[in-house]
């Protein structure tokens, strides 16, 4: 393998990833100065292009931003940062113009209003969709404005590696260019990390392949503080079926009134809440995961079958066929479902413009965490802080830039007495063994007792890892992994410092809340530390 130097790869802004976040700063800073979007597969694989139930915002003059804020907060079980929340929802309607002045066409009520949706903890119908394949028309709409701009240089099949940092200060990234297998360096005054979430982290997941944490991992060997990673939002309803790789049965059929059912059709959710299927997400995901554990059965089942069959292939014609080409009717007949790993919470800590504690180094979108969702993400309120961080983002970039001194080149890529891998199998077993141990141990419900064995088992992999990415050459599979196994690691350490139970934080070893409320922030060490914890408001 080569490592070259290329002056071709110097910018001014550097964004790495190019699902909403990536590509909607993209478009914001294209005339500020040399734009590059990187993106480890193609321009379609990412979380945003996933996205079924649509983007929160306050639309319809019945609603209002004090509503939106409360629900946000409320979910979000007492750590939300509550100034962080009044300046994302109050920026929404406005990001929802600009998309639909880029060409996203969301669905319509009559000719002046939209059709919204409602979901979970929403005490207002506000959620804003193109029926059940909102993120495809986000994302096509997007890659669309992109290529068609000359100033934005777009590669695809770049996955990167590691950030240079050099006196405290982000340089650029170290980048695998996959089809030619060289490492190149990208030199950038200022780089942004918009590289989603870590659902691939679990063994079951809505997410995509793409979603390995590399921005969460990259940051934190950089040195940056990475906050709250033991808030993972599991998602109730992951279509159940051997042949659908992660397709998730959107929250938005709960909100048209879908019941959840035992395999007796015992509407279970009686049992835990009086809010039924639209309490919020880690309510039933627990329920769900009681229930799965007592009955000892492989799923539950979401019944829309009783609703008009034009009205569920009108509003869910995505959902509809997908199910129906996988022998499931979902206007006659039961939707098998589990819960699955769907949301990072936590992530480089950063505000709402992105800015981390590393000089020239931004994180937006899935990667960052700025204290919006709390312990629990309200739903579709993802969309909305990736587009709103984008925004801010986008005019941090020009204070920056006004600024930062020119991007310099760095040392290339060495790989050291690395040699051929002759044995890939190491990393595909010890993928599995990473992603069953976070579901078992670390999963809907936590204990000490599972803390402790998925820190031992972890460490060992990570060494395992640690020494195989030394040793070989460095393949796309094997940054993943790496990836992977730091984020687990955070998402452990993180999870048994919290001797409590908050949001979507589940243990049954301290099942109250403490009444001190804390962000868990981590930095790295030779293992990572809890280094600190500061009060949220
Ligand atoms: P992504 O869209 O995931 O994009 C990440 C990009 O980074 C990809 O292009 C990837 O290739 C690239 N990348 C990653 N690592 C590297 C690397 N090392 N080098 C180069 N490139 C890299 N939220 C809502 O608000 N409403 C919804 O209805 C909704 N539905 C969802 C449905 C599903 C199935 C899923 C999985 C999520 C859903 N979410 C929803 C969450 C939401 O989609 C995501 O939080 C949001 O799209 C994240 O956008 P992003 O730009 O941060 O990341
Ligand atoms: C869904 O459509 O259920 C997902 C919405 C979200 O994750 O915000």
């Given amino acids: 393998m080569n490592a070259i130097d290329s002056l071709d790869t110097t910018c001014d802004v550097l964004i790495i990833g190019s699902g909403i976040a990536g590509l909607s700063l993209a478009l914001k800073v294209a005339n500020v100065g040399k734009v590059i979007v990187l993106t480890k597969t193609n321009l379609k694989e990412c979380a945003t292009i996933l996205a079924q139930g649509g983007i929160s915002a306050v639309l319809s003059s019945e609603d209002s931003f004090d509503?939106?804020?409360?629900?946000?907060?409320?979910?979000g079980d007492g750590l939300c940062h509550p100034d962080v929340v009044r300046k994302i929802v109050f920026a929404g309607p406005e990001r929802i113009k600009e998309l639909v002045e880029w060409g996203v066409q969301f669905s319509k009520r009559g000719s002046d209003h939209y059709d919204l949706g409602l979901e979970a903890g929403h005490s207002y119908r506000r959620v804003v969709h193109s029926k059940d394949i909102t993120g495809v028309n986000i994302q096509e709409t997007l890659i669309n404005r992109v290529l068609e701009d000359p100033r934005i240089t777009v590669l695809e099949n770049h996955i990167a590696i590691n950030l240079k940092i050099r006196a405290g200060r982000c340089l650029g990234a170290y980048v695998l260019d996959k089809q030619k297998d060289i490492v190149k360096n990208f030199a950038a005054r200022v780089t942004v990390l918009a590289t989603g979430g870590l659902g691939k982290a679990f063994l079951y997941t809505s997410n995509p392949d793409i979603s390995s944490g590399d921005g969460?991992?990259?940051?934190?060997?950089?040195?940056?503080?990475?906050?709250n990673m033991e808030f993972i939002q599991f998602h109730p309803t992951l279509l159940y079926h051997p042949h659908a790789k992660s397709f998730l049965i959107s929250e938005a059929l709960r909100g048209e009134g879908a019941k959840l059912i035992d395999a007796s059709g015992n509407r279970f959710m009686a049992a835990y809440d009086s809010r039924l299927e639209l309490a919020p997400r880690d309510i039933v995901a627990r329920a769900m995961d009681a229930e799965l554990k007592r009955s000892g059965n492989d799923c539950l089942f979401l019944d829309i079958s009783f609703k008009d069959s034009d009205f569920i292939k009108n509003r869910f014609p995505g959902i509809h066929a997908k199910c129906l080409g996988l022998g499931i009717d979902i206007t006659k007949e039961l939707i098998p479902v589990v819960p699955a790993a769907h949301y990072a919470i936590g992530g480089v800590k950063a505000s709402v413009s992105g800015s981390t504690d590393i000089p020239g180094l931004l994180a937006i979108g899935e990667t960052a965490c700025t204290g919006f969702h709390g312990a629990n993400r309200l739903a579709s309120n993802s969309l909305l802080e990736s587009s709103v961080m984008a925004h801010f983002a986008a005019q941090e970039c020009r204070n920056l830039l006004d600024k930062a001194p020119p991007a310099c080149s760095f040392s290339p890529w060495h790989s050291g007495d690395a040699v051929d891998s002759d044995e890939s199998v190491v990393v595909s077993q010890n993928w599995m063994e990473l992603r069953l141990l976070m579901w078992?141990?670390?999963?809907?419900?936590?204990?000490?007792?599972?803390?402790?064995?998925a820190q031992q088992r972890i460490h060992l992999l990570q060494d395992e890892i640690n020494q195989y990415y030394w040793d070989f050459h460095i393949t796309s599979d094997l940054i993943e992994l790496r990836n992977l196994a730091d984020v687990a690691q955070m998402v452990i350490d993180a999870g048994f410092h919290r001797k409590e139970s908050r949001g979507v934080h589940y243990t049954i070893d301290y099942p109250k809340k403490r009444k001190t409320i804390k962000d868990t922030l981590l930095r790295k060490s030779v293992r990572s530390e809890i280094f600190n914890s500061s009060n949220c408001d």
């Fill in 67 to 75: 509503k939106h804020i409360q629900d946000t907060i409320n979910v």
């Fill in 216 to 227: 969460i991992a990259m940051a934190y060997r950089a040195g940056a503080t990475v906050m």
């Fill in 440 to 453: 078992n141990y670390v999963g809907v419900v936590r204990s000490d007792k599972r803390f402790r064995r």
